[in-house]
């Protein structure tokens, strides 16, 4: 579905307005209220875009985590099939059109590597907070007696950063 024109969300504007007239006679008939019934509809159709959007992602989220199901249970590329037969035991609407597009994307592509590329992606979209390490198996003997001097400069340098902060944003909540 296409977003509405500007006619079209004034004409959707004129009705509810009309409607909240003819509930209220006593609503002003004035460019006030009309304008504050356009920003209704436009935020009430915002919100349904938004809702459509994250429907579609769902939907795609579907046939990525039973892609990624099958190669967890050993299957090293699944197939069409293979995730029809995902969604069918578990009773979950099947969506060709998303199956079909997420194998055309990910066609002649090692998985792992999509996967390791998107991580670098949001690492680069940092939040600001705190880095997460990754643990790797088969460390070396040294690393476990250096952690705890690492985590008590952290503790250090967190409460030092924590009473920078109070002349700051904090003290909006105050």
Sequence with gaps: MSPLTNLERFRVAHVTFSLLRAKNPNLPLNSQNFTKTLTAVDL??????????RERQRETMKVVAAFLLAKLGGNENPSVDDLK???ESVGAEIDQ????LFFSLIKDRDVT????????KMA???????????ASGGGGGAAPAAEPKAAESKKKEEEKEESEDDGGMMSLFD
Excluded: H, M, N, T
């Design 97 to 100: 059109e998303k199956i079909d």
């Design 85 to 87: 037969k995902i969604f």
């Design 113 to 120: 590597e999509l996967i390791a590329v998107g991580r670098e």
């Design 124 to 134: 680069a979209l940092s939040s600001g907070g705190p880095a997460v390490a990754v």
């Design 44 to 53: 009430l159709l915002s919100f349904l875009s938004q809702e459509r959007q």
